[in-house]
Each structure stands twice: as C-alpha cells, then as structure tokens.
C-alpha cells in the first residue's frame, strides 16, 4: 500500500513529502486511515534536535482517524472503529502498566526514540528501500499508518476527528495535569506559563476543577487573548515588568498551582517561585535534556511542592472518552486552540511558525 508522508531525514532540516510504501498490520496492531492530526510542539523539538529520534522517521503523534485493518490478536478495535491515539501503547504488561500509569508505559521508549512499533521492527519504506520510523509507532503525519492496537481509543461516530485529534496529545497532556497530576480545589488560584497548545489545555483543566484566580502568562497578545478566551481570568505579558512579583502580589503571596508549560530552565525557576509557601510547581514542558535547575532549597522547608507531569498522568482509555464527552458538552473548548488548518504540504511553513512562538495549534487535514 502507498502512503504520503512527511519525513525527516535530518536535524534541523525541512521535513520532505514522499510517497512510501506501507506494510499490513502484523500481529495486535492496526492499520488507521488519518482524518486529521495536530502539530504538537514535541514534533518541533525532534525536528530541532531536542528530542532525540533515530532517523529518518515520519513525525506526528496527534492524531485521530478510522480502522481500515486490523492484525491478528487485536480484540478490542473493529474495521471502521473512529479512535484517536494516545501517547502509550498500553502494554498492559510492564511494571508501571500494572501500577494504573500506563502513561509510563516502558513499551514507549521504542517508539519515541527509535521509531520502532512495539515489536522492534518498522512498517515504511521510501522508493530507495530505506526503512522509515515513525515517532512514538504512530507517525501521523501521514495519510495512513499502522500503529500498536493499545495506543488506539475507540471514540464515538459522531466525534468530530477533525478537532477531536487534539485530545491525543495537548489537551490530554495539559487536562490531564490539572485533574491528575495534582488536585486543584474549587475556589485555589493558578499561574501557567506558557499558552501553547498544552497550556491552554492546562488552563481549561483549572477552570473545570473551580480554580477562581488562573493567571495565563505568553509574551504574545494572540495567546494571551486565547487564554482569556477559554478561562484564565488574568493574563500576563513576562516581558513588562517582573512576573514572578506580579503573581504573588495578585494572589496575596503565591498561587496554590504554577504550570510551567515551555521546557526552560528560565521558566521551570520562575514557576518554583510563583506558589505559595504550600503551594506546588508543576513541570509540563519537556526541556533539553541537559537542562539543570538552580532552586532555592529553603522552599522545600515551608513544604513547597515541585512535581514533574508525564502525559497529563492519564489511563488514556479512561481520559480520552472523557474528554472527549467533554468537547462534545462544550466544556472543553477545543475548537478555541486550533490557529489554521492545513494541508500536509503546509506541516514545514507550521513548524516554523511554532518556532517564532506564532499561535496555539495548527491542525492537518486528510480528507
């Protein structure tokens, strides 16, 4: 079977659209048609070296689409099933499957710094006989791929895959380390740094926990405006004057919760010092892997708290349906992220933009 992808052959370069060949699924995996994938700024950091990924592999981990086949083993998914894929292939096997964290899966590292489905092997090639990975097994920009059964969520028919594939990453990830990572209390105050895509899920999952006081933080305007939009009841520019002061003179001494959702070692220290003497930092945004902190330890002794948010700490075939339901209800603004749709033509000109910090996400669409 021919596919078009997007492949990147080297760091730093542009991404390049070919056509490749497509192997069936083998055994507990599934062949999925794309309906359309989000461009999450983990793309960006592999196309820049900051994640390291074997290559050359497709990119794209956002992404929901339709069962067109399905390997041997695989029980739970059906031809013509919608499902949206989740960051973990839920082994179901591993030491941190078995202890409800499957978004620790050990499966995972496969694919995320390989590009190799959970069996070791992969399923493209280009028209020279290169093997192609495909980051985390599922390589979603492209039309189809095969991806592991358990990374699968079968979702409703009348989802709208076209906004819905949000949820596979971003607003799982930003949700998820709201309502899971730590327990926002009705009435607690909040600071996010950073309104991407992840930290205007972040903002959301506040919001429907009954945070009063969320405090967005974005030197660009647009975002900023978006996160009013979808229920920060502040919104700062960090380029004025110091945030850090701003925060805990807004909330009488520190927020209950700061989200840090960049990846920098800048605004990692800043959001350790946003909460209050009980408060907690909450790390979201994945940073270079030589990042080193420089922390106040005396915070540690007022019983600060300083956790790290993996996935948004999600079951996805628990999360996903959910927020799924939630799009569906209207609480969860998805449609409010999403800055362009695109074709895969376009993915090069939309990572760039995400370089320059322009807009929340930009959206592929497949038919």
Known sequence: MKTKAAVLYAIGQPLVIEELELEAPREKEILVKWVASGICHSDYSVRDGTLGLTLPAVLGHEGAGIVEAVGPGVTQLAVGDHVIVSLTPQCGNCVFCKEGKPYLCAQMSRGLTKGLQTDGSKRLKNSRGEEIGQLLALGTFSERTVVPAGAAVKVQHNLPLETA???????????????????????????????????????????IAGATTIIAIDPVAEKRLLAIEVGATHALDPSGENVVKQVRKMTGGGVHFAFEALGRKETIEQAWAMPRLTGTAVIVGVPKKDTMLELPVLGFFGEKHFKGSAY??????????????????????????????????????????????EGARSVIGYR
């Open 165 to 207: 594939c949000l949820i596979g990453c971003g607003v799982t990830t930003g949700v998820g380390a709201a309502l899971n990572t730590v327990k926002i209390n009705p009435g607690d105050s909040v600071a996010v740094i950073g309104c991407g895509g992840v930290g205007l899920s972040i903002i959301q999952g506040a919001r």
């Open 312 to 357: 948004g700490s999600s079951v996805p075939s628990r999360d996903i349906p959910k927020y799924a339901e939630m799009f569906m209800s209207g609480e969860l603004k998805l449609d409010a992220l999403i800055t362009q749709r695109i074709a895969l033509e376009q993915v090069n000109e939309a990572l760039d933009q995400m370089g320059r910090g």
